[in-house]
């Protein structure tokens, strides 16, 4: 409907154009028709009647002239009114990307003179922000610019490797709304008040090339603290913390029939492993347990 206006408009300035070409063509022959009774004037070989005849078909075409350029000139301002009024019937993205939801269908009607409706959701999957919680007991040992690394569900053996971004510095609150925008908004703020647990959001950045990575997947995330290479590593489980040292672990060496107590100092280490600065060899085996077998006379056997 809207087009059709704009069409009709077009059709009226081209034919108000070709209408001024045809006045101004009048306008030229009278002027010279007016410029030759006024010479023939000058000899006395003209009447004063047909002077003003002239005279006045010149200004006759002058007005239709000026007429018809204030009527392209309404026609122009019309034409620009029903574009405007057509732009509005179509709807542009901000961004290219990938159409992730669709909100709308088509034959529905949308309102938009309280609220703008959403249409549809977009979105640029080529980088990937992942959103993380850490709970207030580790936020101080997260830094912006430290290295991470995550796994996902469909795709636990892969890991992705990226550099933490942002730290917000405030945790969701669970008596403000979410934004409709924002699904994982609900879950964050569920498990807020549920679990009575202060988490903060850290935000990083990957690359998705491959198109591997989808919106709201889970992923488990690996902040490195701190990283050694080429270094011996014992798992912390066969060795009994010092108490008083830091850092400090007794373990027990198996030597042929023996066992043998060593003290150990610790480097880098996670929940499970450590890094082994002194006390131990690559190749030392550790007794983790003690187990006693009764023999066949009564006798125990360690």
Not at 123 to 141: C, G, H, K, N, Y
Not at 144 to 159: A, D, K, N
Not at 208 to 223: E, Y
Not at 276 to 298: F, K, Q, Y
Request: proline share 4%; aromatic share 4%.
């Amino acid at each position: 409907m809207q087009q059709a206006k704009v069409d009709v408009d077009q059709s009226t300035l081209a034919s108000l154009h070709a209408q001024l070409l045809g006045s101004r063509a009048q306008q030229l022959l009278a002027q010279q028709q007016y410029d030759r009774q006024c010479r023939m004037a000058s000899e006395g070989s003209t009447r004063d009647e047909d002077l003003q005849i002239a005279l006045g078909a010149l200004s006759s075409a002058k007005a239709t002239t000026e007429n018809l350029r204030a009527q392209i000139a309404g026609a122009q301002s019309n034409l620009k009114g029903d574009e405007a009024q057509l732009g509005y019937t179509r709807i542009y993205a901000p961004m290219s990307g990938t159409v992730v939801t669709l909100d709308a269908r088509e034959g529905q009607t949308l309102n938009a003179t309280y609220q703008t409706p959403n249409i549809l959701r977009i979105a640029d999957l080529s980088t990937m922000t992942v959103w993380t919680q850490v709970s207030e007991a580790d936020i101080l040992r997260v830094k912006p610019g430290m290295p991470v690394y995550f796994t996902t569900l469909g795709s636990s053996e892969r890991r992705w490797n990226a550099t933490l971004r942002q730290i917000l510095p405030a945790p969701p609150n669970p008596s403000t709304p979410p934004d409709s925008s924002s699904q994982q908004s609900t879950a964050q703020a569920s498990a807020q008040s549920t679990g009575k647990v202060v988490l903060y959001t850290v935000l990083f950045d990957v690359s998705n090339a491959d198109g591997q990575l989808m919106p709201q997947m889970s992923a488990q995330v690996f902040f490195v603290a701190a990283r050694a290479n080429n270094v011996v590593v014992a798992p912390l489980s066969a060795m009994a913390a010092v108490q008083g040292k830091p850092d400090v672990y007794l373990a027990r060496v198996q030597q042929g029939n023996h066992t043998v107590t060593r003290e150990v100092r610790i480097g880098v280490h996670d929940r499970l492993n450590a890094e082994i600065l002194s006390g131990l060899e690559a190749g030392d085996r550790l007794v983790t347990a003690v187990t006693r077998t009764r023999l066949s006379d009564g006798r125990f056997e360690w």
